[in-house]
T-cell receptor, first 113, second 114 residues
Framework: DGGITQSPKYLFRKEGQNVTLSCEQNLNHDAMYWYRQDPGQGLRLIYYSQIVNDFQKGDIAEGYSVSREKKESFPLTVTSAQKNPTAFYLC????????????FGPGTRLTVT | AQTVTQSQPEMSVQEAETVTLSCTYDTSESDYYLFWYKQPPSRQMILVIRQEAYKQQNATENRFSVNFQKAAKSFSLKISDSQLGDAAMYFCAYRPDTGNQFYFGTGTSLTVIP
C-alpha cells in the first residue's frame, strides 16, 4: 500500500528539549514538505525538499531543521529555539515538476509543556 | 507574492442542499494549478478536486464542482446534495507551473445540518 506515514500520532515533550518528527513515503515522490497547522492559520510551510541532500526554507523555518538523506525520508527536528512548538504538523510529498497534487500523511500533534 | 484568500471562516448548509465556498488568489503567473482539499475531524487531508489554469472547462467530481474565473482569480467550490460526511475544513491551494511550492488558504469550516 503506497502512502505517507508519520509517527507518532501524538508526541509530548518538555520545554527545552529537541524533538524529531518522522515522515516516510513509499510513493517514489521526489518532493517532500513539512507544514505546521494552527487554528485559523491554515497550513504554513516550514521546509521543503525537491531532491535528496537538498532542501529550502519555507515561510516559518526558524527553530526547525530537516535532513533528506534518503528519497523516502524527510524528518523534521523541532529545536528548543522554536518559541511556540505546540501545533499539528503535516508532512506531504508530490512528484517533481508535475501538475499533481500533494499527498499528505496523517499528521503528528506535538505538545510541549 | 502568491497568496490564497478564503474569506469565509465558517459556513453551514442544510443536508441535501447546495453550498459554495469561495477562494481568491493572487499571482502574476499564467500557468498554474488550483486544488480544493478536505480535512475531516480525523485531520487527514484529502484531495477533493483539481483545476488546471489552462483549461477553460470547470472541473467536476461527482457532487463537487468548481467555478474557475481566471481573469478574476477566483476558484469557488460548489458542493451539491450536501451530506453529513461533507462536514470538514476545506482548504483552497495554488501551485505555480514552475516550482514545487504550494500555497494554502486559511480554510473554511463547513457544518452540515441534518
Amino acid at each position: 500500500d503506497g502512502g505517507i506515514t508519520q509517527s507518532p500520532k501524538y508526541l509530548f515533550r518538555k520545554e527545552g528539549q529537541n524533538v524529531t518528527l518522522s515522515c516516510e513515503q513509499n510513493l517514489n515522490h521526489d518532493a517532500m514538505y513539512w507544514y505546521r497547522q494552527d487554528p485559523g492559520q491554515g497550513l504554513r510551510l516550514i521546509y521543503y525538499s525537491q531532491i535528496v541532500n537538498d532542501f529550502q526554507k519555507g515561510d516559518i523555518a526558524e527553530g526547525y531543521s530537516v535532513s533528506r538523506e534518503k528519497k523516502e525520508s524527510f524528518p523534521l527536528t523541532v529545536t528548543s529555539a522554536q518559541k511556540n512548538p505546540t501545533a499539528f504538523y503535516l508532512c506531504a510529498s508530490s512528484p517533481w515538476d508535475s501538475p499533481y497534487e500533494q499527498y499528505f500523511g496523517p499528521g503528528t500533534r506535538l505538545t510541549v509543556t | 507574492a502568491q497568496t490564497v484568500t478564503q474569506s469565509q471562516p465558517e459556513m453551514s448548509v442544510q443536508e441535501a442542499e447546495t453550498v459554495t465556498l469561495s477562494c481568491t488568489y493572487d499571482t502574476s503567473e499564467s500557468d498554474y494549478y488550483l486544488f480544493w482539499y478536505k480535512q475531516p475531524p480525523s485531520r487527514q487531508m484529502i484531495l477533493v478536486i483539481r483545476q488546471e489554469a489552462y483549461k477553460q472547462q470547470n472541473a467536476t467530481e461527482n457532487r463537487f464542482s468548481v467555478n474557475f474565473q481566471k481573469a478574476a482569480k477566483s476558484f469557488s467550490l460548489k458542493i451539491s446534495d450536501s451530506q453529513l460526511g461533507d462536514a470538514a475544513m476545506y482548504f483552497c491551494a495554488y501551485r505555480p507551473d514552475t516550482g514545487n511550492q504550494f500555497y494554502f488558504g486559511t480554510g473554511t469550516s463547513l457544518t452540515v445540518i441534518p
